[in-house]
């Protein structure tokens, strides 16, 4: 099944035939699927509601897509090469045909559970084969699967199994993760302490470390596995039914469950990985992310497999056992296809060259990046040592909400420019608007990030909170979804990515929402009041910087360690403020708003600047935190 476009000439017509007629255009590129029945109509939409139907009454599973699908044809293609975080374990090879018996015995040990069509299953797990196993088991029984990435803690686990009340949970004993074992089964136990909706709870044997079982509630998968066959037909789904909530943060509030579709997801993930990466058959493609995010949902499960790739998924971290092991395992399975996050590049570019230079990395065609923008040093490093100036750099600007990549080169068709996530594919209409909401037209411009048509793979609703969904994306400029982003087009119409503006900040390429951290700092005994703010960090992008009031005099190296255990429990290590300023006062409006400019001017030290502070109600404490500020 190709769906690929070959030249920037197609890339053009492609491009304008999308636009010009879009029902056509998605119509021929959905009939490489295999759907139990056709659509009514390709689409309807109304961005007020929002209401948003692609495939209208089509019907599909899209497992028979990710995986029946291609068993005659490349049955015994290795589908997933699973690299283990220690090196000297042994390597897991599924293919199709492995991997199909595997979701079908998995899927009917969720039947066998009490499982059925429509439920929410949380998956928490390490980077183990039995993680995308476990996520297309779900999907094969109609289940919503609600993957929660494990390194959020488990406050934030069970918040996000009680929004979507979930009734299973699939889990390990424990995970390895570079030197460290995570206790998983003990954080889930934790949390289904105040989950009522949890009946089962299943779990992999990783490490065989010691863990409780809860009798009844708790069973372990190799067990159940041996109880089923590996027959287990695929759920008939609408193409409007809900494959996947995602949880992601915003700027205010507890963190959003998106919600994606099965019939459109499945189109343009697979639509946008064969055209942005350019795979061709024999080719290792790995993407370095953790299926706890959607780039590993879209780009390690869904779009590699409906395209019939090989996909790698790598259990460690880059540094572990040293900071050459991105580029052995490159070497060990010739990876041709490479996609990561810039911090990672940067992490990396900040250790010895030698790291690199004993690898050969000769395999490497293509590299890609995601996540926050790339800065045009961390670009040229990856782009001379890693791609040894030969492999285009896919720099891919998307989004939870967006489910695919959006703005973006197509491997070794579309002109690149360093920083640039340069065009939209096929299909995708963005625009950028000015504070007034009216359509900046024209290029050498500047202004927020919209999309103003519908794509296949766009978030249709929040879980439970449809409302949310609408004043969120759809209300800020009318009949456009607004995606909290800043943005240049430049003279040539080229798209570069600027950053948030709003309060979302992005972390190693996580997102984080400002509130979160504050709501966490602020369940401390002793802090009145906080405010957190993003600023410049030379390998996260962004890193967390907090302005925290206290009741009383405390000792603030104790205060510190203190609060940073408090984010680690309610959120996880990921949301650690890396810097915490103890302040008398905040700067406010007279009508009590944060001016988050000035803390922000104030986290990167950039002073200069501060605009008018005449209006705030105490102007004489901006001088006090920027003195506290120079001994951070
Ligand atoms: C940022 C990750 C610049 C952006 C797929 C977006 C990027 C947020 C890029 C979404 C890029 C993602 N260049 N910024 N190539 N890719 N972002 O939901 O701010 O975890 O809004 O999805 O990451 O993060 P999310």
């Excluded at 029984?141 to 069970?158: Q, T």
């Excluded at 600047?609 to 102007?619: A, E, K, R, W």
Aim: aromatic share 10%; charged share 25%; hydrophobic share 35%.
């Amino acid at each position: 099944m190709s769906l690929k476009i070959s030249s920037f000439e197609e890339y053009q017509s492609e491009y304008n035939r999308s636009i010009n007629n879009p029902n056509e255009f998605w119509a021929e590129k959905a009939k490489h699927f295999y759907w139990r029945e056709q659509w009514d109509s390709v689409l309807e939409w109304d961005f007020k509601e929002p209401n948003v139907k692609w495939f209208v009454n089509g019907k599909l599973n899209i497992t028979e897509n990710c995986l029946d699908r291609h068993l005659e044809t490349i049955g015994g293609k290795v589908a997933i090469i699973w690299e283990p975080n220690n090196p000297n374990e042994e390597v897991v090879k599924l293919t199709y045909r492995q991997l199909h018996e595997q979701v079908c015995k998995f899927a009917n040990v969720l039947k066998n559970n009490g499982a059925k069509k429509g439920d929410r299953i949380c998956i928490y797990m390490p980077m183990v084969p039995e993680l995308a196993i476990a996520t297309l088991a779900c999907a094969r029984i109609g289940a919503i699967h609600s993957v929660v990435f494990a390194g959020f803690s488990a406050k934030a686990l069970a918040e996000r199994i009680n929004d979507a009340t979930c009734n299973i949970i699939l889990t390990s004993d424990e995970g390895y993760r570079g030197s460290k074992t995570i206790a998983i089964k003990s954080i889930v136990d934790e949390a289904l302490e105040s989950c009522d909706s949890i009946q089962k709870s299943i779990v992999l044997k990783r490490t065989g470390g010691d863990v409780s079982m809860q009798p009844k509630r708790d069973v372990w998968l190799h067990e159940e596995m041996l109880k089923v066959d590996e027959t287990c037909n695929a759920e008939e789904m609408d193409a409007e039914d809900e494959l996947f909530v995602l949880y992601t943060s915003g700027s205010t509030g507890k963190p959003k469950g998106i919600v994606h579709t099965t019939g459109g997801y499945m189109v343009y993930t697979a639509y946008s990985f064969q055209n942005v990466f350019q795979y061709s058959n024999d080719e290792v493609y790995w993407c370095t992310a953790d299926i706890g995010w959607i780039t590993g949902h879209s780009y390690i499960v869904y779009g590699p497999l409906l395209s019939g790739a090989t996909t790698l998924m790598f259990e460690g971290v880059p540094t572990y056992p040293d900071a050459g092991r991105f580029w052995e395992i490159v070497d060990k399975h010739q990876v041709n296809i490479f996609y990561t996050a810039p911090t990672a590049i940067r992490a990396l570019e900040a250790c010895d060259i030698d790291f690199v230079n004993k690898h050969s990395l000769s395999s490497l065609k293509v590299l890609g990046s995601v996540g926050e923008p790339i800065n045009e040093e961390a670009w040229e490093w990856y782009h001379k040592n890693i791609g040894k100036e030969k492999c285009p750099i896919v720099d891919t600007w998307w989004q939870t909400e967006t489910g695919g990549i959006m703005i973006s080169p197509l491997a070794g068709i579309t002109k690149l420019k360093p920083s640039f996530a340069t065009l939209p594919l096929p299909g995708i209409q963005p625009c950028l608007v000015d504070s007034d909401g009216n359509e900046i037209e024209g290029n050498d411009v500047e202004g927020n990030l919209c999309v103003k048509f519908p794509w296949p793979s766009m978030l249709r609703t929040i879980y439970g909170e449809h409302e949310r969904c609408k004043q969120t994306y759809f209300s800020t400029y009318k009949g456009k979804y607004f995606t909290g982003d800043g943005c240049k087009r430049d003279e040539n119409g080229m798209y570069r990515i600027t950053g948030r503006v709003d309060d979302v900040i992005n972390v190693s390429g996580h997102r984080m929402g400002t509130a979160e951290v504050e709501d966490a700092l602020d369940q401390h005994i002793d802090v009145v009041e906080s405010a957190v703010v993003g600023y410049p960090h030379d390998i996260k992008g962004q890193g967390i910087y907090a302005y925290v009031i206290c009741v009383k005099e405390v000792n603030e190296d104790e205060l510190r360690k203190e609060l940073l255990e408090i984010v680690t429990k309610e959120i996880g290590p990921i949301a650690k403020p890396d810097k915490i300023q103890i302040v008398k006062g905040l700067p406010k409006t007279r009508s009590g708003k944060i001016m988050r400019r000035i803390l922000r001017k104030i986290a990167e030290g950039d002073t200069s600047n501060l605009g008018d502070i005449s209006t705030l109600l105490d102007p004489d404490i901006v001088k006090e935190i920027q003195k506290g500020a120079e001994n951070i």
